[in-house]
């Protein structure tokens, strides 16, 4: 397994949805400064930046689709940016309030298909599109599409709340297909009823409004080891994950699956005392629910398969988003 083993880090470590989030640490250190203008709770990497509001909490996110998306699958990108921003509020603990983007398309076929695939998200997830702003001059290989949402929680999950000792739980739908053909991708979302999809990902806000777990990250286009491995960051720590625990497709390569954006997928950090209590949530929601490791203080993250194991990430010598919540003392 040695071979393969190294293999699949060095994958992982050099997957282009990972290595694209190293220019995040440049633009927080820039533009972080402002925070002191608002009254927002810290971010440290968080999916959404947290508003407190009344009794709870207004949660407030973006996110723009690939180039290359829009211009080979424009339908499946308009669906997804949906999807995207829907799966960052559930997150975080929250639900949705509704959503507003900007778009570039000076194709009338192209926007065409963008527009109905943004409607076709918004039914299958029952989130109002509250309005936007159209270029309707951008030449049809140089579209563009930022959606951005807005949701609500009683009680949050965070990226950076991860602890020594804390269970890693990861939760995916297995009963999809393989998704874009731009993107590597899992797609557990066609073929469901608005009422499946929005009862699954209300596992999310249960857990939070429980208080079974204070940390959790969706699975993005950094692929399953990778978006662990940032809310491990984040939190200034790191982990012990087990490949040979991690639920995979029949038919398709661990490799292959450990990259995929996940149309439903999200990583917890879970106190043991509650994760019966996490996979019991899930469970009723016919979602596959793995504990694939454990966080540890030293910021290392380690996998291993049967016997062997290796570094995949060691925080004291490298970054992924550069962003870590300091820790206390």
Known sequence: ?????????????????????RPIKEIQEKLG???????????????????????GYLLLAADGMMTGLL?????????????VTVND????????????????????????KIVEGIAKGCHKLKVP????????????????????ILGHAQNLLRSHLAQPGDELVLALDLSGQAGCRSVQSW?????????????????????????LCQAAKDISNAGILGTTSIML?????????????????DGLALKDWLLCFQSFGFILSVNPRHTPAVMD??????????VIGKVIEEPVVRVKADTESGVLFDFNHEVITGITCPRSG
């Open 129 to 148: 599109m509250l309005g936007g702003h159209l270029h309707p001059d951008a030449a049809v290989d140089h579209p563009s599409l930022s959606v951005a």
């Open 33 to 55: 400064i402002t925070a002191q203008y608002g009254n927002q709770l810290p971010n440290y990497g968080e999916d959404t930046a947290v508003i407190p509001w009344r009794d």
């Open 187 to 211: 797609d557990a979302n066609s073929g469901k009823t608005a009422d499946e999809l929005l009862y699954r990902l209300a596992a999310l806000p249960v857990i939070a409004d429980r208080k």
């Open 233 to 249: 960051e984040n939190s200034g720590q790191g982990g012990l994950i087990d490949l040979t625990s991690i639920p995979c497709p």
């Open 1 to 21: 397994m040695q071979g393969s083993l190294q293999t699949i880090i060095e994958t992982v470590r050099n997957y282009k949805g990972l290595l694209r989030k």
């Open 281 to 290: 949530v899930f469970s009723e929601r016919h979602i596959i629910a793995a």
């Open 71 to 83: 211009v080979n699958e424009p339908y499946a990108a308009g669906k997804a940016s949906v999807m």
């Open 89 to 112: 509020i559930y997150a975080m603990g929250g639900k949705p309030i509704g959503m507003v983007n900007v778009m570039a398309s000076g194709d009338d076929e192209q926007r065409a």
